[in-house]
């Protein structure tokens, strides 16, 4: 056999290795990535996983180096499993010496050879024979005992609790695995009754319903179980496994639930009952021991102990209680936390009222979280085994994740991979409680977001092709994109905007109007498809079993009920009326990519939070996440979604044949790196900037605009280009071009040319279209349209992208088929219009945010280490007041200052973080100023609302953006807002000098009372 050592490997195809025998070689990772260099035995364990580099910026430079993580974890061998896996090797290759008979007769049954048809995976094997070898062989016939070293871990980490973790690749088959414990456990105890190391009850559990469900194969008396389908066990050996007690549940099991007397009762009236003790226990509610009782009730006897199964085990830990938390855990670092210790506790309980004999973790990522009280991506020191992703890949076992490396656009990564932080404007991180009515033209999606959209969706009809081609004919599922959205109103958007929804047009009539992706669209030809090709979910709801809310059944009432018919029709003698909406949401979710199930057909799920682990569809070939991912855990998780195989037929050389999934919008980020970490620097402490309820009436209130609109009566249209009618288009923020590439692996490219080739007369089209249907530009009254004028916008628009759009090199004006480019232009082209009409009453009014229409100083809460104004503030709703700059900013602080001690001021707030933005243009591109200070004043009964914007300019550095700000806020937003007459009066200052402030400040105001042109009204 050759030195693999000097071998050429063919890096567009990682699969290297065997998924049944033990690796024997590894693609070396160097510092700057894969060297192309192979590398002989087996990858050894490390606690990072190498992720492709970004190509941009770098044409004919040196690759930059490899990034593993952002956390000051030092890159280090996990010596610990290393160790356990060479004495597990040399075990084996000894024959499995030392173990009892019938665990040699499974060892036997479980390894490849003629006598199995369906061979078991190495990876499975391996997890498996480690948790032998540590139970059977350590510390015995010479064998060093391993388990004194995972003692005083579980001493230190898990309050004694006798846990050993199993680390496996997404994909690579933990149900599998915990079958194999089970029988192994089961038949020796059935067998051999006074052996006290194995046991034939065990407790499965799971992070929620969907791996609750899942794991039901894992009951040796139903039809469909693991044992037999996956031929685990040998024949003579199935009655002793028919002994087995196995229980499923999900962690939420733990929680303790109230007694059937008190549930129904008002909150008031129980606190009543309770004496108004909140600090005494609940009587009505279980103590953890009935908790643990309740769970142990189903084994009828715990005589001789039980075996505990934890899947998705990295939610399960006791973190540390910390006296100075992370100052950026957000809430669901802490939600996931909370989980943690709900699901640890409840197995401590457990422990407390039988003999845990193990605890067997499975995961892919076993790591604390951020905010658990250890270094977030920290491995679990109790891990004894590790199948890492890249061992995965080089196996065959799972897809390759395959991300943007390069694209076409101006920025320095690709603008696809974090997508979330380059999306403009942002979105919304809440549902607003007004809702969003965005009428027939539908939401306008952020250019980023939709091009990152069609990028994919160009994969996914390049790949549903190759499907229609190839397996459509058999019976097959199709390929699934799957969506990740950060809440209920993005995904509502999304989801809208993917599948179609229904349109009330201003004659009332409703309509149907057509996804933009027209093979996932649910809206064909102006019907329903009679199949869902595009699911709405809400993962948190769905996992912990509780019922929809009424916003999200609201939003997903047209699937459910299109699942309902799809049900009957499957089942007719089934009762459909007793399923809740979750339940059948549920069933079409844990279905997708299953053939003859209620799932089969589905092509796009949109998600509301994280896709839930042990969602196990083969057929995901493309994922969006549209959310932050502060987590390296997070993107594992996330991708992992898109891991299992297809197909698991072996090519002549005993292989897989490679498999990809496209990954957008999911920054890798991986642990730890070996680069000397730099001493960090002395910071201020973190102050909590927050709303004071107690000084509540100090609140502001604002409005958000997304822009300005100018109403006209019909009559001939000319336009008057000047050089603000000029756009530049560049590609910041947009690609059309990308390249994906994994670790190893075959490269994909990624062409939207029928946007970066687009006709003039295309795009000429698109943008008087857009210019006819919207109300705040030429429809009429509730967006009726006026046809009669549209051959006028578009030889204005042809003159327009002939004369005044310029771009970059190799940037095209297809751009502006892009939503948000789109709107952008006809705005552009709306202004140059309506500049002519000098001759007639202009009305200029606003264009209110339908996401989030008002603001106000009520929801701000934050950390910061900026200064804050000593003493605090007593006229601001909230506690401090921040100031900018490194040690501060005196000129702001004069002005606090000045606002405490002015009569006239009822209250003010500096303007951080609180939301309030003005829009304005400049060079051709949109761009929000965000003003220093609000200042509400005092008023007489009866009278509006008064409110002072005030900018602290000191001094004019850049004179263009700084003039268009002050011009933008005082003559058009402050105008805007005045005339639509419901948010009261509002004017702008700029304060440019700290000696005229007083006398300035004091004008303004005057001014502000008497409504003179401070509030910049048009003449």
């Not at 690579?172 to 089961?186: C, D, E, H, R």
């Not at 994969?459 to 499907?467: D, G, L, P, V």
């Not at 004071?692 to 609109?709: C, N, Q, T, V, W």
């Not at 970059?808 to 948000?820: A, I, N, S, Y």
Request: glycine share 6%; proline share 7%.
């Amino acid at each position: 056999m050759p030195d693999p050592s000097t071998l050429t490997p063919d890096l567009s195809n990682p699969i290297i290795n065997s998924p049944y025998q033990p690796p024997e070689h590894y693609f070396e990772i160097g510092e700057h990535g894969p060297t192309g260099k192979l590398l002989p035995g087996r990858r050894p364990s490390e606690s990072f996983i190498p992720v492709p580099v970004s190509k941009k910026g770098r044409k004919n430079a040196v690759q930059q180096a490899f990034d593993f993580d952002v956390t000051g974890e030092r890159r280090e061998s996990n010596t610990l499993i290393n160790d356990i896996r060479l004495a597990v090797e040399r075990w084996r290759a000894n024959n499995w010496n030392g173990v009892t008979p019938y665990t040699r007769k499974l060892l036997a049954h479980w390894a490849p050879g003629p006598h199995r048809d369906d061979a078991v995976l190495f990876c499975q094997r391996e997890a498996v024979e480690t948790a032998i070898f540590l139970a059977e062989v350590a510390g015995r016939h010479g064998t060093a005992d391993y388990r004194r070293r995972l003692e005083p871990e579980n001493r230190l980490h898990n309050d004694g609790l006798p846990r050993v973790g199993l680390k496996m690749a997404t994909g690579s088959g933990k149900t599998v695995v915990m079958a194999m414990l089970i029988a192994w456990q089961t038949i020796n105890k059935v067998m051999t009754p006074r052996d006290t190391r194995f046991a034939k009850r065990f407790l499965v559990v799971a992070p929620g319903v969907t791996i609750r469900d899942r794991l039901g194969v894992l009951h040796p008396e139903r039809d469909d179980n693991y044992y037999r389908e996956r031929d685990l066990i040998p024949s003579d050996l199935w009655e002793p496994l028919l002994q087995a007690q196995v229980q499923v549940v999900n962690y939420h099991t733990f929680l303790p639930r109230d007694a059937k007397e008190i549930q129904g009762v008002s909150s008031n009236t129980r606190k009543l009952l309770r004496g108004g003790r909140p600090d005494m226990p609940d009587a009505f509610r279980e103590t953890p021991e009935m908790v643990a009782d309740r769970v142990l009730r189903p084994f009828g006897s715990t005589e001789g102990g039980i075996v505990v199964l934890n899947d998705e085990a990295h939610h399960c830990y006791q973190d540390k209680l910390l006296e100075h938390p992370d100052d950026d855990v957000d809430r669901e670092d802490e939600e996931r936390n909370r989980e943690a210790r709900v699901w640890f506790r409840g197995l401590l309980d457990l422990s407390r009222k039988t003999k845990v004999k193990s605890v067997f973790d499975l995961s892919a990522t076993p790591y604390y979280l951020k905010g658990s009280g250890y270094n977030e991506g920290y491995i679990f020191p109790w891990v004894v085994s590790d199948f890492s992703l890249m061992d995965a890949i080089e196996s065959g076992i799972v897809k390759i994740p395959r991300v943007p490396v390069d694209d076409d656009a101006a920025t320095r990564q690709p603008v696809y991979l974090n997508l979330w932080d380059n999306i403009k404007p942002p979105l919304p991180k809440r549902r607003s409680n007004k809702g969003a009515d965005f009428g027939p033209q539908g939401w306008v999606m952020p250019e980023t977001l939709e091009g990152a959209l069609r990028s994919l969706y160009r994969s996914y009809e390049q790949n549903h092709r190759r499907y229609d081609e190839t397996l459509a004919a058999a019976g097959e599922p199709p390929p699934v994109l799957i969506v990740v959205c950060p809440n209920t109103i993005v995904s509502k958007w999304v989801f809208d905007w993917i599948a179609g929804r229904e349109v009330e047009h201003p004659d009332g009539l409703t309509r149907l109007a057509a996804g933009n992706l027209p093979l996932l669209s649910n809206v064909d030809d102006g019907v329903w498809t009679p199949r869902q090709r595009t699911i709405l979910v809400d993962s948190v709801a769905l996992e912990s079993g509780a019922p929809l809310g009424p916003e999200f059944r609201k939003d997903a009432a047209r699937e459910i009920e299109a699942f309902k018919q799809a049900y009957r029709l499957r089942d007719p003698g089934a009762d459909v009326d007793s399923l809740t909406d979750g339940d059948l949401l549920r069933e079409a979710m844990n279905t997708i990519g299953k053939r003859g199930k209620l799932g089969e057909h589905i092509r796009c799920v949109v998600s509301v939070a994280m896709l839930t682990e042990g969602w196990d569809a083969n057929t995901v070939t493309h994922i969006l996440g549209v959310r932050p991912f502060r987590s390296q855990l997070l993107c594992e998780q996330v991708v992992g979604r898109g891991l299992r195989r297809r197909s698991y037929a072996v090519n002549a050389e005993g292989r897989f044949e490679p498999e990809y999934a496209e990954v957008y919008g999911v920054p890798f980020a991986f642990i730890p790196s070996d680069r000397v970490m730099p001493k960090p620097k002395l910071t201020r402490p973190a102050v909590e900037v927050r709303a004071l309820p107690e000084r509540s009436h100090l609140a502001i209130r604002f409005p958000k605009l997304d822009g300005y609109r100018v109403e006209l009566p019909d009559e001939t249209l000319h336009a008057d280009f000047t050089a603000e009618s000029r756009l530049h288009l560049d590609q910041r923020e947009v690609a059309l071009w990308v390249q994906n590439q994994g670790v190893v692996g075959a490269a994909s490219d990624i062409d939207l040319e029928d946007i970066r080739l687009a006709r003039p007369q295309r795009i000429v089209y698109s943008i008087a279209k857009r210019l006819i249907e919207e109300e705040r530009y030429f429809a009429a009254h509730a967006g009726v349209e006026r046809p009669w004028l549209f051959p006028q916008l578009v030889d204005i628009c042809k003159q327009w992208l002939e004369q005044w759009v310029t771009t970059d090199p190799e940037v095209t004006k297809g751009h502006l088929l892009l939503t948000q480019a789109r709107a952008r232009a006809a705005e552009k082209v709306y202004s140059s219009i309506i500049r002519l009409q000098d001759n007639r009453t202009a009305v200029l009014m606003p264009v209110v945010r339908r996401m989030d229409g008002e603001g106000s100083t009520d929801e701000v809460r934050y950390l910061t280490r900026k200064a804050v104004m000593d003493p605090p503030p007593e006229k601001s709703h909230l506690n401090h007041v921040v100031l900018d700059g490194v040690r501060g900013n005196t000129w702001e602080e004069a002005l606090a200052e000045m606002l405490e001690r002015d009569k006239r001021v009822y209250s003010y707030v500096k303007n951080e973080r609180l939301g309030f933005t003005i829009p304005y243009v400049f060079e051709g591109r949109s761009h929000e100023y965000v003003p220093d200070f609000l200042v509400r004043l005092v008023t007489e009964p009866g009278d509006v609302e008064r409110t002072l914007i005030v900018e602290v300019s000191g001094g004019r550095k850049s004179p263009g953006p700084t003039w268009a700000k002050a011009d933008t806020a005082r003559n058009q937003w402050c105008a805007a807002v005045n005339n639509a007459g419901d948010c009261g009066r509002w004017g702008y200052i700029e304060v440019g000098n700290p000696f005229d402030a007083h006398a300035v400040l004091h004008t303004a105001i005057e001014n502000l009372y008497t409504d003179r042109p401070i509030i910049g009204l048009p003449a």
